[in-house]
């Protein structure tokens, strides 16, 4: 078990990053080794400490130590918005601790249901597998997609949540030695100053699109597989999670890192189309 703190404990309130990530289990556990979940939690801390969150990575722990160290960090203040990533393999619903056990995900997103993190962005990235089913990338002509992301878990998530997971529900999530599309993507796009500065579900959707559209598996077994990422979202307001203030004017001008005021949400004619 590994865990470490890339900085300096910062005076004050922050916004802060907390990252679980099992690459290695333990003897015994019928479950793979995951060796770019490294890469992922690297990359992720370089990522997002230079956008002023404050980083932890606990790496490979148990299915109680996961659940313990939510429980801990929903109890700490954080200024505008708490980020969390948990890699690991997993199921529908759950995620497996470097032991085997599993971690319900609806009773992690319970914890962040308190008086501390009311009002405050919660952002849940999920890389692991929702099932066993694999992604053809078959175009069909419908507006109606059969994988639509699982309301079953809905009314766990708080208010001012998004949750945005690897790959659909049923479906698998790839993982290379370099790293997993999803992560690795979600990174690329906030090295890009323009990405930095949309709206949470602009920024969510564009990641969508990045991984469905570009990504594609290689390989005997895998070849040609795609992924296809699925967002939940209950947030009430729009949010600017990784935005500079004072760069490019508009949302980033109004709030750096926090839910805009409901003052400055711009309001729009409803329409029926």
């Known amino acids: 078990m590994l865990h470490w703190r890339g900085q300096k404990e910062p005076r004050g309130e922050c916004n802060r990053a907390v990252l679980v990530s099992v690459a290695e289990f333990h003897p015994g556990v019928e479950l793979r080794n995951r060796p770019g979940a490294e890469k992922d939690a690297k ?14 990575i606990h790496s490979d722990l148990n299915g109680d130590e996961i659940e313990q160290l939510f429980l801990k960090e929903s109890r700490r203040p954080v200024k505008d918005c708490f980020l969390a990533v948990l890699s690991s393999h997993g199921e529908e619903g759950c995620v497996f601790g470097a032991d085997g056990n599993a971690v319900l995900l609806s009773r992690i997103f319970r914890y ?31 507006v109606a997609d059969s994988r639509e992301c699982s309301f079953t878990q809905h009314p766990f998530v708080p208010i001012d949540t998004a949750v945005m997971y690897a790959t659909a529900p049923g ?3 790839f993982m290379h030695p370099l790293g997993s599309v999803f992560l690795q993507t979600f990174c690329k796009l906030l090295e890009e100053e323009g990405n930095r500065n949309l709206e949470l579900t602009r920024l969510m959707t564009r990641l969508s699109h990045s991984v469905a559209y570009t990504f594609q598996a290689k390989g005997r077994e895998l070849g040609g597989m795609k992924e296809m990422p699925c967002l ?42």
């Open 43 to 56: 990359k992720l801390h370089r990522t997002l400490s230079k956008l002023g969150f404050k980083v932890d």
């Open 112 to 142: 962040f249901d308190n008086e501390v993190m009311e009002n405050k962005a919660k952002l849940f990235l999920v890389q692991a597998c929702r099932g066993g089913n694999l992604d053809e990338g078959v175009e069909v002509d419908s």
């Open 171 to 173: 479906y698998g999530a």
């Open 232 to 273: 939940l979202t209950r947030l009430t307001r729009e949010v600017f999670p990784f935005a500079q203030p004072g760069k490019d004017g508009g949302a980033a001008a109004l709030s750096a890192t926090s839910l805009v005021h409901a003052d400055n949400v711009r309001k729009r004619t409803p329409s029926i189309s």
